[in-house]
């Protein structure tokens, strides 16, 4: 099991998350990002906003997921 927080996976704040693969905290940190888009906090909505710019640039994104992956891999286990 790791941890990472909503900021180290692009977001804004420092809420934590646990899981035994990337994939797993991927989709913790999409369904938090969706309950904060939901609630119109302006501060996730500003994140989601760079990332989305970020996707208009060929191969930027996935630079940066797998940038997110190599510091899911690199953290000790809890």
């Known amino acids: 099991m790791k941890t990472m ?3 180290q ?7 934590s998350f646990q899981a035994e693969t990337f994939e797993e905290i ?6 938090h990002g969706m309950e904060m888009f939901q609630k119109g906090d302006t ?4 994140a989601m906003e760079e ?4 996707m208009q640039q060929p191969g930027a994104i996935q630079s940066w997921m ?3 992956r190599a510091a ?4 000790p286990e809890d």
């Open 43 to 46: 501060a996730h909505l500003k």
């Open 72 to 75: 899911f891999e690199a953290l």
């Open 5 to 7: 927080s909503c900021k």
């Open 51 to 54: 990332i989305r710019a970020m």
């Open 9 to 15: 996976l692009g977001g804004a704040c420092e809420k």
């Open 26 to 31: 991927e989709e913790l940190s999409k369904k």
């Open 66 to 68: 797998e940038e997110r």
